[in-house]
């Protein structure tokens, strides 16, 4: 295995000479898409062996290619495939279910990267960066606060306070100052103190899957290479030394969140102890101290934010440094803050009892106000910088990414209330016992069932265009099968997978519309929680009947779904760590939502392509350099995507002399729109004068892949025209039996795959004389 691993890496590295004698055989990289597969499928061949890498992410080859290079006449001029396979950084063990907490951190840091273009205006795109770390933040504290809502102020301050309630919870005995078995552990302060053990547990869960995959992911070091200048007209940040390497922010930003998550909990200790000790009933030492710990605590969250935005990512080099002073300290203050937060809320107050909500509660409207002024502003400079070079393909006129952050504030939002009102449900079984979650919470779930409604309005309306669109995809149909006997059935079910297919083209309405309601809502829940003090029921209780009967039916269908997604989370957790199949499933979503760095919120999911792009640059390097030449890389689907960042981060000698085939391809649909400051039109359009050929193959019934569409008379050079599916209409001598549609998958099957391969190898040429990516270009 060893020399299999080594062989084709190195093989005529130390004599270009001999490259000039004959000719070594060429090399076909494959790169699988999203949900994976398997090298044996991706081969063609039963027996595959691997030749480099290991079991998260490795290179294969059939077993009878192992030492092609040595035998180059076999081939015949065919090249030799390589699949190189990724799937296990996305769909691993059943650890990786966990990662479904993490979802709304992931839509953050999506935000990040969905800036428009703007070159020549640094500093606002550092201010941009800046706004959506701090947005990130505000999603640390807010899990976390929910977690101190059902542990400190539900379970510990109202539950174990209440004589019925702890009857109902016999668990809760030893925590009740009513109860038989009342003891050291009943007072307050102490009952909050072991609560806390609850979010402070979250928190280090946090941290550990973070520091884990942080371990794992960004640890891959890419190929070093001189430093970048900061801007350079058409080029994108994907070809920077250091965009495939953020170690340093990672753990900076994993240090301040997780020291942000400690302090959060420190707080909720500390304010209602301190409260009670600024009465008339508290001992006058202990409210000096109580002073001293909140000054402490409100000067370190203060140098958290600095942390934040003191610094943002060094993509121009291979930043190599580690704040290790920083990374260990701060969060070890905030946990030594947060010891002396347990140790004054437990010290002993005799008179002090529970009722009602745990003081503090104005915090979730702290947490909203900052997330909307954040989104406001977020998408104040988006516009800004769009205005300076307009793209029309951009989704919302560059604002997908404050639309984006809004949405990952509405599911933090979401998943806190869910749970808190949940527990709730759960531990006053009558309703009647609990002053219940903070008001707040109730007045967004009560929003829920509006928002739902908005939704499915326009799911009504994208439903009709789609109608419409199949009804003109059956003349369409009709006409590319002229004089073939009419399938009213077959014509309508290509149709119908062509319309559908089209409706990833209205993604961004459906963000739009969903991102503009919640922000409206939402501002409309804060401002009714801020004037009435009041649940939704109670504060339309002396209003018309009319208007009193809609808030009781909002406010308990908005509690029912709250509910019922967070136990529909849990669920679809519980089955991801048991079933592979929906653990794969999972993995196909942070396909797509985690291949971008974690450059916004340190406990988003990894990003895989800090992992597979390196991976592929110095499998692409090593060849050129070994062979002078003639290496297809062929990617499908995701793959496309990771296959064009592998060769943006080639030197430019190495780019010239590799060709790109790509099929299903999301780069300028997807990426091209949502990510217009990294896959714009200028960048595809340099790419592809930089490498020596690229191609593209497409569907009109593929859901995710389509044109490249570059700028000018470009596109027919890469964009071969629409591939047929199904390949065969009706019956024919060449498929006796129906042929499938195929859309997004089996690009292979068609004949216009070997065909355009084929022409790429051709157009290389042999290794002695290499091909000129920048002139000479044909139309192939």
Known sequence: MERAQQRPATAGADDPAGRSEKAEPALELLVHGVGGTTPEKMLGDPRTVRISGDDTAAVFRRALDVDAEARPGDRAGRPIPEAYVWCNLTSGNGARALWLLLLPFMVVNLAHWMRPDARGRPRTVRFYGLLVRLAGLTL???????????????????????????ARHAWLGFLSPAGARAGWWSPPGRRLALASLVPTALTALLWYLSHRTWSAYESQRPMSRGPAPDERTGRTSLD???????????????AAHTAAGLL??????????????????????????????????????????????????????????????????????????LALAALYAGWSRPEWRSSGRLPGEAAFDGITLAQGALVVLLGTVAHSLYRTRPDRRAVLRGLGGPAVAMLACALGGVMSGGVSQRVSDWLDGTGTSLAGPPVLLTWQASVIPALLLVVLVLCAGLGRRTWRLRRAELRAVADDHPGEPADPARTARIATTRALAALTDRGPLLVAVTATATLLMGAGALVGALTTAKAPVAATRQTYVLVGAAAETSQALGSWLSGLGFILFVTWGRRAYKDASARRTIGILWDVGTFWPRAAHPFAPPC??????????????????????????????????????????????????????????????????????????????????????WRNLYRLTDPIGGPVRLLGDHGPEVDRAPLKDPLAYGRTERHPLPAPILGHSDYQADPAFAEERARLLARLGPPEVPAQGSSGRSSA
């Open 140 to 166: 640390t504290v807010l899990l976390v606060a929910a977690a101190c809502e059902v542990a400190l102020d539900l379970t510990a301050w109202q539950c174990a306070g209440a004589r019925a309630c702890a």
């Open 240 to 254: 920077r030394p250091g965009f495939w390497y953020g170690r340093r922010l990672v753990a900076r930003l994993r």
């Open 264 to 337: 959060t909990v420190a707080a909720a200790l500390t304010v209602p102890t301190a409260r009670y000790d600024a009465g008339a009933a508290g001992p006058r030492t202990l409210h000096a101290v109580g002073a001293l710990l909140e000054t402490a605590l409100f000067g370190a969250a203060v140098f958290v934010v600095y942390v934040v935005c003191r610094r943002g990512r060094s993509e121009n080099r291979l930043d190599k440094k580690l704040d290790r002073g920083l990374v260990r300290r701060l969060p070890l203050g905030a946990l030594l803050l």
């Open 608 to 693: 895989y392509a800090e992992r597979a792009v390196p991976d592929l640059t110095w499998r692409m390097a090593t060849w050129t350099r070994a062979t002078g030449g003639r290496l297809v890389i062929s990617g499908h689907s995701q793959g496309s995507v990771l296959a064009a960042a592998a060769a943006w981060q080639l030197a430019p000698a190495e780019r010239g002399r590799v060709a790109l085939l790509t099929y299903g391809c999301p780069l300028e649909r997807l990426y091209g729109r949502w990510f217009p400051a990294h896959f714009g039109p200028a960048a595809l359009s340099r790419l592809h004068r930089e490498v020596d050929c």
